[in-house]
Each structure stands twice: as C-alpha cells, then as structure tokens.
C-alpha cells in the first residue's frame, strides 16, 4: 500500500530457522530492516541488523546503519561503549569509539596458538597496490614476531620491510633493546 513507514517499523525479515528435535522452527539467525525514522516524500532511512543464536534467541552483533557506518558491539539502542567500522569513498577505514572513559580504540591482530614458538609471525600488515602492469604489488609491510615465548620472560620485535628494486627486504628492526636499520 501507500501507508508510510514509521521509525522502527520493520521492512524486511529474513529468519534462519531448523529442526531442534521438538519442532523446526527454532531461530538461529535473523537479518531484519528497520526504519531508522518515518518515511515521507521517496525517503527512507533504513538500518540492517544482523542477529545470531547463542543460547534461545537471536541478540544482534552486527548493524549497518543508513549512514554506512558498520556497527559491532551488544546494544544497538544505546551510543555508549560501541564499536564502529567506518569505509568511505576515499578508502578510509577508521575504527571508532564512543566510550567516555579515558581509553582509546585498540586494534589487536592476536594469533592464538595452542604451542607458540620462539620467532613465530604473529601478526603483519601489508601495503598493496598495482605496478604499472596492474598486477597486485606489496610495497611495504609492519610485521611482528615473539622471538621469545617463555613465560614471564616473553620479547617480540617488529620490523619494517619496503620494496626496492622488485624484491622487498627489511630496512628497519626494533627489538627490546636495538634499533636496527639497513
């Protein structure tokens, strides 16, 4: 019809449901559209949230809003203690808190291994692009290693890897007493 949406008026539901041994209309996921305010003259701010089971029912852990803007985080209702994954058009990816407290944004990149080992990788980040040919090119990198595991005795470095020539080589190391370059 032409009745208009309302704020939080659901516009689309789709519900992932199976068997659960007594009936099959147990809920395991959910993705739901929602007016994220009244609709009037072809406009319609619509968020999407993505819901997951743990236990009974499905909680949401993912919304996208009408403004593009990637939320992860438990209660959507509220600004507080959230955290948002933003892309714009100018390939920007910020993370971004609101919490009052006096803490900032963390990025973790954790490597979680049952037997870690002494100069294991535990994490890198890569700067990739096109060479003149279009083929996909690192130019640089970050990567991090524990080059000691022991407990209460751990060390890690990073170190620092540019291309030079077609090839990449390491132009920088900081270990926990060296600053190495070259």
Do not use: C, H, W
């Amino acid at each position: 019809g032409s009745t208009a949406v309302a704020q939080n008026d659901i516009i689309g539901d789709i519900r992932f449901t199976a068997g659960d041994g007594t009936d099959i209309e147990t809920s395991a996921a959910r993705i739901t559209v929602v007016a994220e305010s009244n609709a009037s003259n072809n406009n319609l701010p619509a968020y999407m949230r993505f819901n997951t089971t743990s236990t009974t029912s499905p909680e949401e852990r993912l919304r996208i809003t009408s403004g593009g803007s990637v939320n992860i985080g438990d209660d959507f209702a509220q600004t507080a203690y959230k955290t948002q994954i933003e892309t714009t058009n100018q390939n920007v990816l910020r993370l971004v808190t609101d919490s009052d407290d006096a803490n900032g944004v963390e990025l973790v990149l954790r490597k979680d291994s049952a037997s870690p080992a002494d100069n294991d990788n535990i994490g890198n980040i890569y700067f990739q692009g096109n060479d003149d040919g279009g083929n996909d090119t690192f130019y640089a990198s970050m990567e991090a290693y524990s080059s000691d595991v022991s407990n209460n005795s751990e060390d890690g470095y990073i170190r620092f890897r540019t291309r030079g020539n077609g090839s990449m080589g390491e132009r920088l190391r900081i270990t926990p007493t060296k600053l190495l370059v070259g």
